[in-house]
């Protein structure tokens, strides 16, 4: 079993891992502007500065940021960020 905020079946995690990557999805190198801007949105919408990073990097990057992180999504209001039972 694999152990994080929730503990899920070994197999799970492979076959999740593995659709992920069938998505060819693109990465990206989080720049000292991103981190800066991410500290002053944190602040204002009393997020972390980690989960506001992918905002900030999905924003500048017009891509939409999916999450199951209900407070963050309550907490923001930001139109780019979608639930993940929303898709």
Known sequence: TLVT???IPSRL??????RMFSFNLASVK???KDIIKSIQLSKKY??????????VLA????????????KF???TR??????????
């Not at 924003?59 to 209900?70: F, G, M, P, S």
């Not at 930001?78 to 898709?87: E, T, Y």
Request: aromatic residues 8%; without cysteine; glycine residues 0%.
């Open 46 to 55: 009393s997020t972390s500065v980690y989960d506001m990073l992918y905002a």
């Open 5 to 7: 905020k929730s503990s």
């Open 59 to 70: 924003k500048e990057n017009k891509a939409i940021l999916v999450t199951a992180d209900e």
């Open 78 to 87: 930001f139109k780019f960020v979608k639930h993940i039972k929303d898709l």
């Open 73 to 75: 999504i309550q907490k």
């Open 30 to 32: 989080s720049t000292q």
């Open 13 to 18: 995690a492979t076959r999740l891992v593995n």
